[in-house]
């Protein structure tokens, strides 16, 4: 990754192109802070080949100005040389906005297979892939297959990736139980020690002053970013936790708009020697359920990012050579986020899509008797059930010996899991029970 070419200064550029005669008209002409619905870099405009008839130099200064007449201030968060950072809400960040309230506003109970069961069952899914990516993105060499196996049966990290993830895993069950404090620096200690327990030999702190520590690019080593001094987090941090516990500012911040904030704040300041990034996407998520946004519970934000990594650290870098400007990284966030919630969507509409097909399945041929059938429908909505040889028996009327024979024939047909608790069989459902019945089908 290179770093982009900053954009030319606005106000000298102003002072060179003010007295020329077209800018009154392309003026006229609303060129708003994001044409054709696409914020743009200087980056990009510089390559562009007559936007609007004029030089990239003008076609720039135009849509800076648009930008800067509508800019909202966050006073309390500046760069390394004082100047604050700022955004604006161009039309397509007011879309993106638009679609995530229009979806979080609704709920995902109209969709069929999502009962309390199932719907917990997501939630856990969602954790469990956020923990994998998240961790992932950071150089954990864990396959998302054995991760799951890990998270799932429970056994110890065998691997500083395998370590890395289940980290992730736990915290992230933790922090839901936290939402109801402001966020503090203990908080984000509490979370960060969670995240990096055991994965280095030694434990991971803060930064300490004339540490070196920087952003690079892992192919051309390239110094990407460098953060603030050491000496300064205290003050720092303090200010990101008045930030996010202020429960106004001087213009109205959507509450994601304030959460995409709190995640680049963090990574600016790069406060830990390691596993910034990973504090900074828990307390993105932690700060979304903290606003009443249940809907961040079912998505997994780092799934999306891992597909283009690329994307996002740009918009980072975008922000920085603009003059501080956040938009870059907020519309980035905010892709990210509607792209997650679209995905989710997709996934229960094509699930109950499934269920319904394969329920409509078990008809009377399938090969199931009435009692089995009764119990794999039912399986398919609550995806969570256990079942007993005596729940069955009991629900229709069977002797012991017909609900045990029913019971071990769907285990065999591995449409069931069978432990033991205590002296009794317990069974539950498979994970994949709806592909595996479209497939015997």
Not at 201 to 220: H, K, L, M, Q, W
Request: aromatic content about 10%; glycine content about 6%; some cysteine.
């Amino acid at each position: 990754m290179t770093i982009p070419e900053r954009p030319p200064d606005t106000t000298r550029l102003f002072s060179q192109l003010s007295s020329w005669d077209g800018l009154p008209e392309l003026l006229r002409r609303g060129i708003g802070p994001a044409p054709e619905g696409k914020y743009r870099h200087w980056e990009t405009v510089r390559r562009m080949k007559a936007p609007h008839g004029v030089r990239p130099e003008v076609f720039w200064l135009v849509q800076k100005m648009a930008r800067l007449s509508m800019k909202r201030d966050i006073p309390t968060f500046v760069a390394r040389d004082g100047t604050a950072f700022w955004y604006t809400l161009p039309d397509p960040l007011l879309e993106y906005q638009h679609k995530l309230d229009r979806r979080i506003g609704g709920t995902l109970k109209t969709h069929q297979p999502l009962t309390r069961d199932a719907g917990q069952r997501f939630i856990q899914t969602s954790i469990m892939e956020e923990a994998i990516t998240s961790s992932q993105l950071e150089g954990a060499a864990t396959t998302r297959r054995v991760a799951k196996e890990m998270i799932r049966s429970g056994r110890r990290p065998q691997t500083a990736g395998e370590r890395m993830i289940a980290n992730n895993y736990r915290t992230m069950i933790h922090i839901r139980g936290r939402t109801g404090e402001p966020l503090s620096l203990s908080l984000i200690e509490d979370v960060h020690r969670a995240l990096t327990d055991g994965v280095t030999a030694e434990p991971v702190s803060f930064r300490e002053p004339g540490d070196g520590i920087g952003v690079y690019d892992n192919i051309t080593n390239t110094l990407l970013h460098l953060p603030p001094p050491a000496e300064e987090l205290p003050e720092r941090l303090q200010a990101l936790c008045d930030f996010v516990n202020a429960p106004e500012h001087s213009h109205f911040m959507h509450p994601v708009v304030k959460a995409i904030i709190l995640h680049f704040w963090l990574a600016y300041i790069h406060p830990f020697q390691d596993g910034n990034g990973r504090t900074a996407r828990a307390l993105f998520y932690w700060f979304l359920l903290k606003q009443g946004f249940w809907i961040a519970e079912y998505v997994s934000i780092s799934r999306i990012l891992r597909k283009a990594p690329a994307r996002y650290g740009k918009s980072f870098l975008y922000t920085e050579t603009d003059e501080n400007d956040l938009t870059y990284v907020i519309l980035s966030q905010m892709n990210v986020l509607v792209r997650s919630v679209e995905d989710l969507f997709a996934y229960i509409a094509a699930k109950s899509d499934e269920i319904r097909r394969v329920s409509e399945q078990l008809s009377p041929d399938s090969g199931f008797n009435h009692r089995q059938r009764a119990l794999l429908s039912h399986a398919l909505r609550h995806p969570r059930t256990v079942y007993t040889i005596e729940s069955h028996r009991r629900s229709h009327g069977v002797t012991y010996q017909t609900a045990r024979t029913d019971l071990l024939a769907l285990e065999r047909e591995e449409l069931l899991l069978k432990y033991r608790q205590g002296r009794a069989f317990m069974f539950t459902p498979v994970d994949s029970l709806a592909e595996r019945l479209r497939t015997r089908t």
